[in-house]
């Protein structure tokens, strides 16, 4: 079985997914894969550089996540154009990364996803859980994290899916809006759940 981990950014998908592995239960994180395909020598950053010109490519080579950022979170056509880039190509290494989990002997295993529902990857998946918090939080806990404002933190929330939208296509959903140790108990009580049903109907 296959869970999809879903949230908008800062939501605390990664910290969720700390909460199962530490359990015993290994995921793949679709950020990490959307950064290996624009690695340098990557086909996707030769068609980055070629749409969005030099000026999205670093000194050394690699991808300006930061100019990149600034252009896409401003302007949904050219959001939309990165994402045609990018979207297959990591829809095609998330299959490889799952198979490869699949082969271990976990009774399930993660994907984890800002763009699980955007980006049609709920098809690679047997049920969603949606991580939730207040939109508020969101932006606080983008701009206390990463190199950016809250309108650009507020950008970045404003093109992904409602927090509205997510829920209501939840199998599950998890409450993060209280502190980390409110955390455990919750994913405790869903691994719960989901070894019960990876069991086959005999057992
Ligand atoms: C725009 C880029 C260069 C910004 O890089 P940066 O290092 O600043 O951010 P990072 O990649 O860590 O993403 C942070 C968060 O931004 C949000 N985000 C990223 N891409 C998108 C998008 N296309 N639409 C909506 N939200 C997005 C997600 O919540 C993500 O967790 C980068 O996010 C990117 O290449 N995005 C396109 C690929 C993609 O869709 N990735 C999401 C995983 S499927
Ligand atoms: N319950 C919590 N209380 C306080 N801070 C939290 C909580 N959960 C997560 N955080 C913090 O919020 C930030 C975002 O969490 P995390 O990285 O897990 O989110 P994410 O959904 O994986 O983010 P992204 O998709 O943007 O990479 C981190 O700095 C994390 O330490």
Avoid at 8 to 28: D, E, M, Q
Avoid at 152 to 161: E, L, P, S, T, Y
Wanted: with cysteine; charged share 30%.
């Amino acid at each position: 079985m296959i869970i999809g981990v879903t949230g908008g950014i800062a939501s605390g998908k990664s910290t969720v997914a700390r909460a199962f592995a530490a359990l015993g239960i290994p995921w793949v994180d679709a950020d990490e894969v959307a950064r290996e395909i624009v690695a340098p020598g990557e086909p996707a950053l030769a068609e980055i550089a070629e749409h969005f010109g030099e000026g999205v490519i670093a000194p050394d080579g690699s991808l300006d996540r930061r100019a990149l950022r600034e252009i896409v979170f401003g302007d949904a056509a050219e959001r939309r154009r990165l994402e045609a880039i990018t979207h297959p190509r990591i829809r095609e290494r998330l299959i490889a990364h799952l198979a490869r989990l699949q082969a271990q002997a976990a009774p399930y295993v993660l994907l984890v996803s800002p763009l699980l529902f955007e980006s049609g990857q709920q098809a690679l998946v047997d049920r969603c859980l949606v991580v939730d918090v207040p939109e508020a939080v969101q932006v606080a806990r983008t701009a206390a994290r990463d190199d950016v404002d809250e309108a650009q933190a507020r950008a970045i929330v404003a093109a992904q899916m409602s927090r509205q939208e997510r829920l209501d296509r939840a199998d599950d959903v998890i409450d993060n809006s209280a502190d980390e140790e409110t955390l455990a108990p919750r994913v405790a009580e869903l691994d719960r759940r989901y070894r019960a049903a990876g069991l086959p109907p005999s057992a």
